[in-house]
């Protein structure tokens, strides 16, 4: 009997545990939630599974890619080492020979691993082409007996090897190869020496630079080639020095200036060909300043480092192709970062071409009225950028007048008139320029209000000064009354303030008595006046 009730009690807690664990199993099965026993496995965390393909990436990236690249460049350079000995006694033709074999012997490696192994057979070709390149260098260099002697035949068969090697690196539309062997074809150039062949050369390089960046929107080649092009033309004027001659300029011909203006044009070509409606990307403000800055860069040296150099012709006509480059850009893509670069290098070469034309100190009242120019362009540009940078070179012109000019004489009047003009050009059209504020505008009115005495001070004789500034201030009033300005009138009142100055301080003290007489009855008639005339619009507000 006890023992029956104990068996009794011992199945109700076993169904009762049974029926605990069907509701627990329910209510996991209705929260989606894993057994203990799945919870208790181990299992890697997002961290570190990620830290492991890491690991793996950089593993596999050094193992396949870095050691592929740099076992591949100590092939090739120990096999070009290889082929610069003399082998003496041996027929000049042979290593040449051998390296053509060494570079079949490439080609065919690079062809079998192009599937298996695609890195190495990359690097192979990249191998091949530069030893291909080399064997043919090595029939006329590196040897006292070259197997070739006709170094027109040879410079042929280096350009036959790079335009096959770029054929390939169009075909296999690889920026790497490209641009590996545009700069075995800049080293052919520099090889030749001759002005014809260098800058045909050049010219070649240059537009193929274009072509593929266009193309291909290789714009990192486009920057390499901007700066390998100017760089070989520049190492060439400087009597080549890379091949042990010394430096020397001026024995190249002056045509060269013009090619240098064909580079320009040239690697200006892919941004300005761009699409119509695309914003000016980093790389494109990039590609126009380094075109801009290296080319105008190597014009300038080119000219200044040689006498008897036509500065102002070859200035004028670099300023003719840089504002022509600037205009293209505005025309047909409203460029901002681009317009201002090519504007501005454009005026700096009729600033030079100005320099050298006139004496000093004419020159700087052509340099000065140039600023018209400049804003009138700036103007059609809409470049606040050019308003500003010309404003700060007009200022720094000035400066450099009252510093080199022996006398500061009636030409400086030119100054004043010049800022003037410039003020009037800003408030007509203001609104092509966007500008928030009349900051520009009234700086030209405040330089023109300060040199414009300062001019008539200087030019015309003692006696006359106050009466200039007299008839300067009422050319301030009738101009503030013709244009309804405020601002001409506060500068008539300001030269009106100064010219009293003037007669008090003076022309009380130096003058001759008459002089002193009728200046002071002019000024009081002109104060009394303007006095009179500032009553009659009181009364009549």
Known sequence: MGASTENSSIEQILSSLRALEERISRIESYLELRPTSELEKEEPSPTTAIAAEDDEALELQL????FAKAGIVGLALGIAFLLTLPYNGLPPFLPSAIGYILVAGIFFLSRYWR???????RYLLGGGLLLLYFTTLRLSYFSPTPALTSPPVELGLLLLVVAVNVMVAIRRESVYLAAFNLTLGYLTALLGGGAAFVLTVLTILSALTAYLCIRYRWNGLLTFGIGITYLTHFVWTANNPLLGTPLQFGLT?????????VYAACFAAPTLLREKNSREDAFSILNSFFNGLFGFGVFAVST?????TGIAAWNTAASLVFLGVSIAFWVRLRSVYATFVYAMLGYAALSAAIVAQFAMPDFFVWLCWQSILVITTAVWFRSRFIVVANFIIYLMIFAAYLFAAPTVSSISVSFGIVALLSARILNWQKNQLALRTEMMRNAYLASALLFLPYALYHSVPPQFVSASWLVLALFYYVAGRTLKSR????????TMSLTILYVFIIDLTTVDPIVRIVSFLVVGSALLAISMAYSRKKKKS
């Open 487 to 494: 601002k001409y009138r506060w500068m008539a009142l300001l």
């Open 304 to 308: 200044l480092a040689v006498p008897n």
């Open 253 to 261: 011909p002056q045509i060269h200036l013009a090619f240098i203006l």
């Open 115 to 121: 599937e298996s192994f695609q890195q190495v057979s």
């Open 63 to 66: 193992g396949q890619n870095w």
